[in-house]
Structures are given as structure tokens and as C-alpha cells.
């Protein structure tokens, strides 16, 4: 007999397969089963071939030969279809796969296969040599970082692959083949007893070790459990051997990267071997290098967190050698502590990675903290999960040694204490104002505060001894300084047998800087730190005196920042010539205008009124100076110079605060010179002096000489 036929259907669904356009055609006779199909597969195409040959034989079963080709299958219909947990995929998918068993010993089949995948158009895969420019990618992709999320990708994955196997009821051996995405390529071959005592040697290549770990969290979803993505980045390489379940592997090799990143800090190249296992990477003389940097890393690293098992996300040893403080601030998002300088020691971490248990001890070598510098600190760790603590905390500097303890949660705050005590005043930049002599003394200090980072408080008081200004006693010093929020309060006091000053006020740390301050000197002689700022000030001229001082409004506002200063008491002597004030002399600022209010000074044959203001946005000087002086104030201007008489004066200050004019005239009467350097004084002087903005005009001024009579004569 011979039975033959052929089939057509537009649709055929076999165990859930839709198979469209389905051709096939069969010829049965005695000794023979032959059937063949063809029909559209999820966008390609695939034909079916199924023999059985000898039938009729008795004395043996037929074999059975089962031959499927397909091409051009779209990969994302099918794995939508197929429902694939964790990833699906992108790309058209051509191969073979060739069956042969006797029928009754299925289990005992042989055969072999090939699968192709290209990559949609317009895509390319990655290779198995890392591209030169993938780690200045790396770099680019940390500059400018996107919100990191767990989930892996909900897009498919285009993918590109060759793979060729052979197979018998026991294993399957893979020929070497590869497997690609955009960023990651993994060669492979090897056997596998059908997922069971696997040996497959493999070798990886990422040019981008996010997108390959959110590759591989897919694959260990829609294989074995599911995994969620950490954050991590770089470029590197892995070679290496899968043995074990297929489903459960193991993964064992050695590895090399450049820019890599986790804890949302790049660490540098790093070198190692780890093996894979239960989601777990367990890490062997792992090193990472930054330059002249090293940090040494063995331990247990979680894939995916939080893990369902509840089991521990770390397990590790850190050492780290002159590694930069900066990257562990980030690493433990402790952004505003200013701490800078190059790390030594080493800390164990277990439990989880964002409130992790464990201990160490690290120091710091050429430190800066708040800006001023130390030479070295250490201190003792301990990480108690939602938080670490700071013990034994040690800065030197100076020769001096700064002690305390702190305490800071993940959750955003904070508790600290620190003492130092004999600390240099000159060794800290905080004192350090160019041009100006330098600040000495010795400060002893404690330091308290606890809040949250968002809301800091602190409280400082500072005890300053033997305070000098250059060469000048300023005496010993009190302070207090507390935070609060965006507050800064402050207090301090400063006395000496020569002065008497105190002050307090706040200081808003915002964009505008609101400020309130007051300040009180007391009976202060003010000529011997004049001197200091002006060399040249007159030995015979000295100047005590008493007053206040009050800032209000916005240090950062052009037209918001407001003074007010007022002097009640002012004594300037000048050689043997003595001059107060008259009333209460104010100076005061509103926003960008200065205002002298009331300025007048009062002596023998001396009663001088200076008033007027300054614009300094329009940068414009207008003062006015009128009343008598007596030629004796010269004395405290020019040394060696002995000076008497009267001078009225009538003076305009004009121009800018660069070039300021001065022009006006003054009345001399019965004025008296000397200098120190020649014989005889120029007396009887008389007569008028005018000056302007270009020049001096001495006309018509007379006075005597020895025995002799002086004219003047001249425009300077």
C-alpha cells in the first residue's frame, strides 16, 4: 500500500505554537514514514521533516529522524509568547536542529544543531575585544549619571549569537560559540549532561557592566530565581569556567575592569577572581587601583538586593592604601562632612549593603577638614547597621592633638564631641588673612553637636591665651559659636590691661546671608594695632577710645547690608597735642551708601566737622571738612615735624574712592614749623593756601625765617 496526501491550513496551533500558512505533505508505505511541513514561525519561516525507516521489521524498531530548520524568526514575538520571565528578546533567528533516536529509546537521542541571531537593523554587538574607547564611555556615562532602578530591562534585548552543538541522551557538547548584546559578548563551549554536571569555560567581554549585569539578572530570572540589577559600571573582562546546574551554576574565573563604578563612585581598574554562586559573587585578591591608590578586596558580594533568601548582601575585608577620602564619603553618602585627605587601614562589612555590621580602623594622611588643614587622624569604626561610630578620634596638627568621637545613621543624622587643646593660632588658616600680620596665641576648644544633616547643631567654644596681633598684645580671648539649621550664632570677648571688646550677633548661611551683629570696644587704645596695619604712624601718636558697632540686613544683597557705628569716646594724642571727640561720631552704610553723620573732633584752637557720603555703586565721593585746626595735629602725621598756630580750613573731598579730589583753601594765622633735621623753625606764618583737584597755590603766604621774611610764591 502507499498512502499519501497533503495539508493546508492558515493557522495550526500545536501545544500552544500558532504555526500560519501551514503546508505539509506525507508518503506512508510499508517500509516507510516520511512527512514534511512548511509553514510561517512568529515572523520567519520553518520546515518540519519526520521519517521512520525500516517499518514492517520485526525483529528490530524503526528509527526516527527529526529535522526542523527556521528562518528569520522574530525573537520578540516569540519570547512575548513563550512569556519569559526576567528578558525578553530582539533580533531574527535562523538555524537547524537534526534529531535521531529508535523508536522506544527517545531518552537515548542523538543530533545535532546551529542557531544564528542577528541583531535588528541599525544595531551592532559588542566583540570580544574591548573597543579603545569604552573606557572614556565609562567615564562619560559617570559624568552624567541617570536615577538608577533595580528592575531589569522591560525593553528586549537585541542579541546577537553562533552557537553549534551536538548531543546524545546524555550531554551536550557546544562548539566553540558566542552570545552578544550591545555591551556584552561571551564565548563558550564545553559540556553539559541537559543542565546537570555542567563544564562550560567562557569568556566575557562589557562595555558597560551595568547593562551586562542587567543581561545577567535577566538570565538568572527567567532560568533560576529572580534577581534584581545593583548599581555598577566600568569596561572589563572575564575568563572563566561555568560548572554545576545550569540552573544554579557556578561560576569560577578571574577578572580585569577600567572605571569601574558601584556606590555611585568610580573606583579605578580593578583585577581579581571570584566565583559565582547563589547570586552570590565571592571575591579573591581583588584589587583596585587610582593612581598611586590601592585598595585590597576579599569577601561575599550579593548580585541582587534585597535578597529573598534574607541572607546577607556582604560579607568582605577592605584595605585600603593613600585611597581618597572623597570616594568613601560618597560611597557612604556622607556628603556634608568637608573631610579630604588619603586613607590607610582596613574594615570588615557584613549584613546589608545600605546598613551594614563590622569594625576597622583608618587614618588620614594630609588632611583637610573645613577647610583647614592637619597633618594626620585616625580613628576606630564601628558599623552598627543603621549607622557607624567614630571612636578614638585623633587629628594632629601643629603639634597639638585634637580628641573625639562621633556617630552618623544612613537615615540623615549625627552626634559628635571633640576637645583640642594648645592648638597654634598662627598654624591654622582660619587666621591666616594676607597682608596682615599674623595672628599668635594658643586655643584650647570643645566642640558638641547632634541633629540631622538637613537641620545641623553644634556648639563651639573656644578659649584663646596670649592672643597677639604681630608684634601687639591683644590679651585672651573667649568665643562661642553655635549652629542651628542655617544659623550661625556667635559671642566673644576679648580683654587686655589696653582692650576691651565683646561682641555677638547670627549669620544666615543662605543665598542672601542675613546677618545681625553687634560689637562694644571699651577704653581701648586703638594706635598700637593701627600701627601694625600703617608702619609708618607716628611713634609720638596715640589713640584711645570707646564705641559701637551694629551690622544688620544682607551680607549678599548689593543694597541689603546695613552699619551703624557710633564712637562716644575718642582721645588721639598727637606728641603733646591732645584731640577728642565733640559729641557722638557716626559713620553708617545703607546698602551701597556710606554716610559720615556726624563726625567732629575738638582741641586747643581745633574744631573740625567732617561730613558727607560715599556712593559705592556709583563709585562717587562727596565730603565736605570745615572749622579750625591747630598746625599742632601735623605732629601726629609727620615724625620729626613740631607744629603750632591756626589754620581755617574749608575743604570739598570729591572724585572716586580710586582717585579722590581734594580742593578748598585754609586760613593760616601765626603758624609755627620745625623739623627736627634743621636749625631754625619757619614762624609767623600767614596768609592763604588753595588747592584743587589739579594743584596748590602758595601766592600771598608769608612767614619768617631766622631773621629773615619768607614769601611764597608758587602753583604745585
Known sequence: YEVTGDFTSP????????????????????????????????????????????????????????????????????????????????????????????????????????????????????????????????????????????????????????????????????????IATAETFVAFDGRTDWGHRSRLPLHVTSTDWQASHRVLAGVMTMFATPTSAVPVDGVGEFDGVLTGELGNPRVEGAFSGHEMRAWNVTWGDLTGRAVIENAYAYVTDGVITQGPARMDIDGQFALGYPRRDGGDEIDARIRATEWPITDLRRAFELYDYPVFGAVNGEIRLDGRYEEPFGFGRVSIDRGTAYDEPFASGSASLRFEGPGVRLDGLEIRKAGATITGAAYVAWAGTYSFNA????????????????????????????????????????????????????????????????????????????????????????????????????????????????????????????????????????????????????????????????????????????????????????????ALDVTGQIDLARDVVALRANGDANLAVLQGMLPGVRGSGRAELAAQIGGSTAEPTISGRALVSEGRLRTFAFPHALEAINGIVQFDATSVRLDGLRARLAAGTVLFGARL
Not at 510561517?40 to 528490530?60: A, H, I, K, S, V
Not at 542579541?159 to 553549534?164: F, I, K, L, Y
Not at 543694597?559 to 571727640?581: K, P, T
Request: hydrophobic residues 40%.
Open 419 to 606: 576637645d583640642g587643646r594648645r592648638l597654634a593660632v598662627d598654624a591654622l588658616d582660619l587666621t591666616y588673612f594676607p597682608g596682615l600680620p599674623a595672628l599668635t596665641g594658643y586655643a584650647d576648644f570643645s566642640a558638641a553637636g547632634s541633629g540631622t544633616f538637613d537641620e545641623p547643631r553644634y556648639d563651639v567654644r573656644v578659649n584663646v591665651s596670649d592672643l597677639f596681633f604681630g608684634e601687639e598684645g591683644v590679651g585672651e580671648m573667649t568665643a562661642q559659636v553655635g549652629l542651628r539649621g542655617l544659623t550661625v550664632l556667635y559671642s566673644f570677648d576679648l580683654a587686655s590691661p589696653r582692650l576691651a571688646a565683646s561682641g555677638s550677633g547670627q549669620f544666615g548661611l543662605t543665598e542672601a546671608g542675613e546677618i545681625e551683629m553687634t560689637m562694644r570696644l571699651s577704653d581701648t587704645s586703638l594706635d598700637p594695632y593701627a600701627r601694625v596695619m600703617m608702619p609708618t604712624l607716628s611713634p609720638y601718636t596715640t589713640a584711645i577710645g570707646g564705641g559701637s558697632v551694629r551690622v544688620w540686613g544682607q551680607v549678599y544683597a548689593p543694597d541689603g547690608l546695613h552699619v551703624a557705628s557710633r564712637i562716644d569716646d575718642l582721645r588721639l594724642r598727637l606728641f603733646d597735642y591732645e584731640l577728642r571727640n565733640r559729641g557722638e561720631l557716626q559713620v553708617g552704610l545703607d546698602g551701597q551708601l556710606v554716610r559720615i553723620d556726624a563726625f567732629a573732633l575738638t582741641g586747643d584752637r581745633t
Open 11 to 178: 493557522l495550526v496551533t500545536y501545544n500552544g505554537y500558532d504555526l500560519d500558512h501551514y503546508r505539509a505533505s506525507m508518503r506512508w508505505v510499508p517500509t516507510r514514514l516520511e512527512t514534511s511541513s512548511d509553514t510561517g514561525f512568529y515572523g520567519g519561516t520553518t520546515q518540519f521533516t519526520y521519517t521512520l525507516d525500516p517499518l514492517g521489521n520485526p525483529e528490530r524498531r524503526a528509527d526516527a529522524v527529526w529535522d526542523v530548520q527556521y528562518s528569520d524568526v522574530d525573537l520578540t514575538r516569540l519570547t512575548d509568547f513563550l512569556e519569559t520571565r526576567g528578558m525578553r528578546l530582539a533580533g531574527r533567528a535562523t538555524g537547524r536542529n537534526l534529531m535521531r533516536w529508535r523508536l522506544g529509546g527517545f531518552a537515548e537521542a542523538t543530533g545535532e544543531g546551529a542557531f544564528a541571531a542577528a541583531m535588528p537593523a541599525g544595531l551592532s554587538p559588542a566583540g570580544r575585544d574591548l573597543p579603545d574607547g569604552a573606557a572614556a564611555a565609562a567615564r562619560d556615562r559617570a559624568t552624567f549619571q541617570e536615577p538608577f532602578s533595580p528592575h531589569i530591562a522591560f525593553a528586549p534585548v537585541a542579541m546577537a549569537a553562533a552557537v553549534e552543538y551536538a548531543f546524545t541522551g546524555e550531554t551536550v557538547t557546544f562548539a566553540p560559540s558566542h
